[in-house]
C-alpha cells in the first residue's frame, strides 16, 4: 500500500453513507479511517457497518457522524506483530489500525498479509533437484557419501576454478576443519573480519583459540587493510602472529584481495576465504572462494543455492583437502576395523544432500542473476529517497545475496529499527545488518581493530544498515509490495532537515 493509497482511507466524519460506499469501493482494501479535524483516529468504517445503516435505513445523505459511535480498535506502532495478530483473531476483523502517540492512524494491519509473508532469503528449488533426489532413493544410496557427493565436489572446485573440494554438514563445520587444517591449536591467535556472521568466528573457539577482530572499509564493507595492517604490525610487535586471517565476502561480494593478500603473505600469515555468503561472485574475473589457501562455501537454506544444510571446502592442495575428508568422518585410518589415532568429526554431506546441491548449481548463475535484478530494481524504485547502497567496487561482481542499505544522517538506528517494525507490521522480513563480532558479548574483550582512529566502519553499518527481501523467486507482486511500504516507512523516517 502506497502512502497516497493510505491517505486515500482517511475521511471526515462530515462523509455521507454514499460517499464512504464509493470510498470502499475505490479504495478495495475493506475499511476507512474516520478522522477528527487534528487528525486523531475517530472510528473505522467497514463494508459491515454500510450494511448495518442500511437494514437501520438510514439514507445515504446520512453522514458518518450520525451513525452509532464506536471506539476504534487500535495497536501502537511499537506492538509487535504476534499481539496485533491476536488481537485480530480475538475480535474477528481482518484490519487493525496503527496509531502515533497522538492517537493518529500512521499504518494499517491487513489479515490478508498475513498469510502471504515475503521472506528474506528463502529457499528456491526447482525440477533440476528432483532427478538426483530421485535418483538417490531409486539407488537406495541415501547415506552416508555416495556418487552424488562425489559429483557436487568435482562440480563445485571446477566451477570455482580450484583443484579439489570436500562436501561437508555445514559452512561452520568447513571452517572448523580449515582452521584445524591450518594449524590452529589453543593458544593461538586469528584474526577474523568483525562485520561477519558468528559461523565464522565461533570455530576459533572451538579450536581453543583467541580471536582478534578487523573493521570493515567503507568501499566494499569487507575487511579495512588498513586496519589490518595495523593490527598485524602490532601482532608482530607482541610475538603473537595469527595462525591464519579469516577473510570474509559479505552478502555476497569479495573482499579487496589485491590489497590483503599481499599483507598477509609479508607477514607469512595463511588466508582461509570465508565465501559463505559469496559462491557465484568474482574478483577481477576470478571466483569467490578460490583466494586463500583454504575456502569454504555455505548451502544453509537461506544461501542462494542451498542442500538445506551443507557446506563444501575447497583448495588447490589435494593433500589439505584429503586430510579435510578424513577428519570429517570421525578420522578413521585405514584398517579392516575401526581404527583412530586422532579426534575427528562427523561432518561429511549425505548423498541425498550432495544431490539436491548439483541440481542447485546448474541454476546458480542464473539465481545470482536475479539477486542482482532485485538490486536494481530496489535502487531505481528508491532513487528519491536519502539511502546509501552497499557498494561494488570496480572489479567485483556481487551476487547481491542480500540488498543492502544503510540511512544517513543522526539516529540511524532508531530510524533503522521503526522501518524494520514497519515491515514487519505487513509480514515482511527485513533485518539489520549483522552486529559486528567485537560488539557480541561472546566476544567481549577481544582486541579489534579499527578502519582508523575514532571510525568503526562495522559499527556504523550496523547502527543504520537494513538487509531488504532477495530471495530469486520473489515475485514482481511482492516486489511492488515491499518497495511500496519502504517507501513509506523511509519517507516517515526522514531524519532531521532533509526534506519531506
Known amino acids: ?132 533426489v530421485d535418483e538417490a532413493f531409486r539407488t537406495n544410496w541415501i547415506a552416508p557419501l555416495g556418487p552424488h557427493v562425489d559429483g557436487f565436489e568435482r562440480e563445485v572446485a571446477d566451477y570455482v576454478g580450484v583443484g579439489h573440494a570436500a562436501a561437508l554438514s555445514s559452512g561452520t563445520a568447513a571452517i572448523h576443519l580449515a582452521l584445524i587444517l591450518l594449524g590452529v591449536k589453543p593458544g593461538d591467535t586469528v584474526f577474523c573480519s568483525s562485520l ?7 570455530p576459533i573457539l572451538y579450536c581453543g583459540a583467541r580471536p582478534v577482530f578487523i573493521d570493515s572499509e567503507p568501499g566494499s564493507w569487507n575487511m579495512s587493510p588498513q586496519a589490518l595492517e595495523r593490527a598485524l604490525e602490532w601482532a608482530k610487535r607482541e610475538n603473537r602472529l595469527p595462525r591464519c586471517v579469516i577473510l570474509v565476502n559479505l552478502y555476497g561480494q569479495s573482499a579487496d584481495m589485491d590489497v590483503l593478500l599481499p599483507l598477509c603473505e609479508r607477514y607469512g600469515v595463511a588466508v582461509l576465504e570465508d565465501a559463505a555468503e559469496s559462491l557465484g561472485a568474482s574478483y577481477r574475473g576470478r571466483k569467490s572462494g ?86 536494481e530494481l530496489y535502487r531505481d524504485a528508491l532513487a528519491g529517497l536519502d539511502v546509501q547502497w552497499m557498494p561494488e567496487p570496480a572489479g567485483s561482481r556481487s551476487t547481491r545475496w542480500l540488498t543492502c542499505l544503510t540511512l544517513p544522517g543522526p539516529n540511524a538506528s532508531a530510524r533503522r529499527d521503526r522501518v524494520l517494525r514497519s515491515l514487519e507490521r505487513h509480514s515482511i522480513e527485513a533485518r539489520p545488518v549483522w552486529k559486528p563480532m567485537h560488539l557480541q558479548p561472546l566476544f567481549a574483550g577481544a ?38 511500504y519502504l517507501q513509506r516507512s523511509l519517507s516517515q523516517t526522514e531524519p532531521a532537515g532533509a526534506p519531506a
Open 1 to 132: 500500500m502506497t502512502a497516497d493509497e493510505f491517505a486515500a482511507l482517511h475521511v471526515p466524519a462530515s462523509f455521507t453513507l454514499r460517499e464512504a460506499l464509493d470510498r470502499l469501493d475505490r479504495t478495495a482494501r475493506g475499511v476507512l479511517l474516520v478522522v477528527h479535524a487534528d487528525g486523531r483516529l475517530r472510528r473505522t468504517i467497514t463494508d459491515g457497518d454500510l450494511r448495518r445503516a442500511a437494514l437501520a435505513h438510514l439514507p445515504e445523505t446520512a453522514r458518518l457522524d450520525e451513525l452509532p459511535e464506536h471506539a476504534p480498535l487500535t495497536v501502537g506502532e511499537d506492538t509487535p506483530l504476534s499481539q496485533a495478530v491476536a488481537l485480530l483473531d480475538k475480535h474477528g476483523i481482518d484490519h487493525l489500525p496503527v496509531v502515533d502517540a497522538q492517537g493518529r492512524p500512521i499504518d494499517i494491519v491487513l489479515r490478508r498479509e498475513l498469510s502471504q509473508r515475503i521472506w528474506l532469503s528463502p529457499p528456491h528449488l526447482g525440477a533440476e533437484e528432483t532427478a538426483f
Open 196 to 202: 561477519t556472521f558468528v559461523g565464522s568466528c565461533n
Open 290 to 375: 578460490a583466494f586463500g589457501r583454504v575456502g569454504i562455501f555455505s548451502f544453509n537454506g537461506n544461501k542462494i543455492i542451498t542442500t538445506s544444510g551443507g557446506g563444501m571446502l575447497v583448495a588447490d592442495d589435494g593433500e589439505l583437502v584429503a586430510r579435510a575428508r578424513k577428519l570429517s568422518t570421525q578420522a578413521r585410518d585405514p584398517a579392516a576395523h575401526y581404527e583412530h589415532s586422532e579426534v575427528g568429526f562427523n561432518y561429511r554431506m549425505s548423498n541425498v544432500l550432495a544431490g539436491i546441491g548439483r541440481g542447485q548449481l546448474r541454476v546458480l548463475d542464473a539465481r545470482v542473476a536475479r539477486r542482482r535484478e532485485l538490486f
Open 447 to 484: 582486541p579489534y581493530f579499527a578502519h582508523d582512529e575514532g571510525k568503526d566502519v562495522c559499527a556504523a553499518l550496523f547502527d543504520a544498515g537494513i538487509c531488504l527481501p532477495s530471495g530469486s523467486s520473489m515475485t514482481q507482486e511482492q516486489v511492488t509490495r515491499v518497495v511500496d
